[in-house]
């Protein structure tokens, strides 16, 4: 594998000696410590000299203090925290060539050739006109005699890395950038709360939420929360706006509907351009409605708290992707930016990324609102299009459309992000006239034909509520099959979604395998992966696995808390998963975890054993609190409790033990953004197979082409992309024992765990294996 395309084996200590700074610049987001702790853990660990560059540019400008050497205990506990430790500052010094001038002056006379940068375009654009005048700043510098020669020739090349540091997810190029998932949250959680009071006094909430010219905030917590109305940059409402709105609210109330939401970009316009401002919208409900309005700005309370899994997670990724690429670069090679495509860290020129980011706030300074969402890319219209529907009041009949007649059953464990699911299938199957059948408990109220039918309205507020409302259990088809046959016939069922785990994969196999002795399984079928355990094949991620996350890194922080200002001590958590060791890796690295135990990855005593002894050296420099993770089938004999007792016996005299088993609370909580969008999205896409497969002559229920794999699909999300993958071929993919697929993407992120927790010992020998991708990609956020 050390010879793949897209994998290289990087030597502990192969770049000895090379010097490496980072920074932060703009506005703060969560996150940006994560990146910060992986580019200095990374760096120790290549073998190079890294430093902290205080206060942003201003504090390359001034030098002194504010350049100082970084060691691996200076970003110790620091993952969790929002904001940036190493400061951020506006600078106005290094927009001019004096300024950069001192710049450069404090990097050659620390031997600095390697920049990260973390931040907005702003940030990343003046990182690219440093390094290219950075030749004629050292020959100035070197005429004026700031700097002799030998140091000139030394660092005479200067290669930069950006990574982009933003909530507003503003920038071109990548998938999402550092601090959006937390910002997201902060937004939700406040109109979570909201909610519950508008409710009580029936009253209308208007919400003006951060993002500058980027309506990307706005738009997804509209569609987290079903605001019944979002007014964003780049779909400016038509000049009869007030009107439209005043209907549309009036007509909930009329509806029986106690509160009303309304969100609000705080760079809004209307067609005209001009500002839409939170109090005329409160003067056009008050002046028509005479509702009882009020006005929440959320301001820096996005930016503020601890971050959420994701983000820990990519500026990890990120930050120890960007100290690669800068090794591997060649001297004076052209700035790279670090992104997110899908699951995959990848590396785009710099420039390009920042060009097409400027061309989208161009379109909108031109007023041509079609070209700025194009650009935004086909997730964000894919967004709008989605919210629109979904908040309609009820749906519009169709002629020309027939009516048809569909299922939806859970089958397998509960997971954040199943109602919101429904909620959407049933919406979107409405809208094309047709009928959607709930069934109570899965499979056995499939057979039982417990249903009720779902209409429009019965469905309103479910996108917020974990669990799920219709039920589920673990029950697969198995010796029902005549039964269920029967009550698909009865009730005329023309396609069937199956949401769940590995048994709601396990189920659509088996009504495909017997489609030859029940006619009545040749419908179109669907399952959406909602599993917390992300165990599915088919799919890099499970509808409910980012809700679990969060609540796993929230505990572990909580836990370690616990701890503060007591002596020495190392927690030992179990978390769920089955034996799929997802959530310990995700988490592990989310948490910062000193090791993390996973059934995919062996592991014996002599393992444990030195992981126990790296975390007595580590206590003996100065740590405090350790953590390790545990997958609840990791390993049969090498039990939670044995670990626990292995660690307090070989810790003796180090560090105390505590355990944790964190249970079915990982079930729990409301759905994160993520997944409420998420499962949003994928039923929609699931509804509108389902009635393509049904409106289709070629496919019909009565045709021999039904027997097609195709009919019979997993909709996952793999690459960028949701894609309907025949259950046939999943088939050979998956190991049906541990109920797990044969291979897993984050795999690839168990080296990054322990060079990050100063471990010694790294698979595949001293050195680390690293995946990459180094390629251009079309712009803009994708589904």
């Known amino acids: 594998m050390k010879n793949d395309p897209g994998h290289k084996f990087i030597q502990r200590g192969a770049y000895k000696g090379k010097g490496i700074a980072v920074f932060t610049s703009g506005g703060d987001s969560q996150g940006m410590n994560a990146a910060v702790r992986a580019v200095v853990r990374t760096a120790i660990y290549l073998g190079c000299?890294?430093?902290?560059?205080?206060?942003g540019y201003q504090g390359m400008v001034d030098g002194g203090d504010n350049i100082v050497e970084a060691d691996w205990s200076s970003v110790s506990s620091i993952i969790h925290m929002g904001g940036t430790i190493i400061g951020s500052a506006r600078c106005m010094d290094f927009k001019e060539r004096w300024g950069r001038l001192k710049a450069a002056e404090n990097l050659v006379k620390r031997g600095i050739t390697n920049l990260v940068a973390i931040g907005g375009d702003g940030t990343l654009t003046g990182a690219d006109t440093f390094r290219s005048e950075y030749s004629s700043l050292l020959d100035e510098l070197e005429s004026t005699g700031r700097i002799t020669k030998?140091?000139?020739?030394?660092?005479?090349?200067?290669?930069?890395?950006?990574?982009v540091g933003s909530i507003d997810n503003d920038f071109c190029g990548t998938d999402m950038t550092i601090g959006t998932a937390s910002a997201l949250r902060r937004i939700i959680e406040a109109l979570d709360a909201i909610s519950s009071t508008a409710y009580s006094h029936q009253r209308t909430f208007i919400m003006e939420v951060m993002g500058r010219q980027c309506g990307y905030l706005a738009l997804l917590s509209a569609m987290a929360s079903e605001a019944d109305y979002v007014f964003i940059p780049e779909d400016p409402p038509k000049q009869n706006w007030p009107e439209k709105m005043c209907k549309k609210l009036k007509q909930e109330r009329d509806m029986g509907k106690r509160l009303n939401i309304?969100?609000?970009?705080?760079?809004?316009?209307?067609?005209?351009?001009q500002p839409i401002t939170a109090e005329q919208i409160k003067k056009v409900v008050v002046d028509n409605l005479q509702q009882?309005?009020?006005?929440?700005?959320?301001?820096?309370?996005?930016?503020?708290?601890?971050?959420?899994a994701f983000d820990r997670v990519l500026g990890s990724r990120m930050g120890a992707e960007a100290v690669m690429a800068l090794m591997e670069a060649e001297d004076g090679a052209p700035p790279c930016l670090i992104s997110l495509e899908g699951n995959q860290a990848v590396r785009l020129p710099l420039m390009e990324c920042v060009k097409q980011t400027k061309a989208v706030a161009e379109a909108m300074n031109s007023k041509n609102w079609a070209k700025a969402i194009e650009l935004r890319g086909r997730s964000f219209s894919r967004n709008l299009e989605t919210y629109k529907l979904l908040t309609r009041l009820k749906p519009t009949v169709n002629e020309s459309e027939k009516p048809v007649t569909v299922a939806v059953i859970h089958v397998g464990a509960p997971a954040c992000g199943m109602n919101a699911a429904v909620r959407s299938f049933v919406r979107n199957i409405a809208w094309h006239s047709g009928t959607v059948l709930g069934f109570q408990n899965g499979i056995e109220g499939l057979a039982e034909g417990n249903y009720k039918i779902l209409t429009w309205r019965d469905v309103t507020g479910w996108v917020s509520v974990g669990g799920c409302?219709?039920?589920?259990?673990?029950?697969?088809?198995?010796k029902k099959f005549p039964e269920i046959a029967a009550k698909i016939k009865e009730l005329n069922i023309q396609g069937i979604l199956?949401?769940?785990?590995?048994?709601?994969?396990?189920?659509l196999l088996q009504f495909f395998e017997n489609r030859q002795n029940y006619p009545e399984f040749m419908i179109p079928m669907v399952v959406i992966p909602s599993t917390i355990s992300n165990n599915v094949p088919g799919t890099e991620l499970s509808i409910g696995c980012d809700t679990a996350l969060n609540e796993?890194?929230?505990?572990?922080?909580?836990?370690?808390?616990?701890?503060?200002g007591t002596k020495r001590r190392v927690f030992i958590v179990e978390v769920m998963g089955g034996h799929c060791g997802y959530l310990a890796t995700l988490a592990g690295?989310?948490?910062g975890a000193d090791a993390t135990y996973i059934h995919e990855e062996s592991f014996n005593v002599k393992d444990i054993q030195q992981d126990c002894y790296q975390l007595a050296v580590k206590m003996a420099e100065g740590v405090q609190r350790g953590l390790v993770l545990r997958n609840e089938k990791a390993s049969t004999n090498y039990s939670t409790d044995f670990i626990h007792r292995l660690y307090s016996e070989e810790g003796k005299g180090v560090f105390s033990t505590r355990m944790n088993v964190l249970g079915h609370m990982q079930q729990g909580s409301t759905p994160t953004p993520f997944d409420r969008t998420f499962a949003t999205k994928m039923a929609a896409k699931a509804a509108e197979f389902i009635l393509n497969h049904i409106n289709n002559p070629s496919t019909c229920a009565t045709s021999k082409a039904l027997y097609d794999p195709q009919t019979a699909c997993l909709l996952g999300m793999l690459k960028r992309q949701y894609k309907f993958t025949p259950i046939m071929e999943l088939k050979t993919q998956c190991n049906f024992e541990f109920r797990c697929p044969n291979e897993n993407w984050w795999l690839k992120l168990r080296p990054l765990i322990r060079i990050l927790g100063k471990h010694k010992s790294v698979p595949g020998g001293d050195g680390i294996l690293m995946t990459f991708e180094d390629r251009k990609t079309d712009w803009g956020h994708h589904d």
């Open 498 to 507: 199956i949401i769940g785990g590995f048994e709601a994969f396990q189920t």
């Open 292 to 308: 009882d309005t009020r006005i929440t700005i959320l301001g820096h309370v996005q930016r503020g708290g601890n971050s959420v």
């Open 589 to 591: 690295l989310a948490g």
């Open 469 to 478: 409302y219709l039920g589920t259990k673990r029950t697969t088809p198995d």
């Open 552 to 564: 796993i890194t929230e505990i572990c922080d909580r836990i370690r808390l616990s701890a503060q």
């Open 150 to 163: 030998d140091e000139r020739e030394k660092n005479k090349y200067l290669n930069v890395c950006g990574l």
């Open 49 to 55: 000299k890294v430093y902290f560059i205080k206060e």
């Open 262 to 273: 309304i969100i609000l970009a705080e760079g809004a316009v209307d067609v005209e351009g």
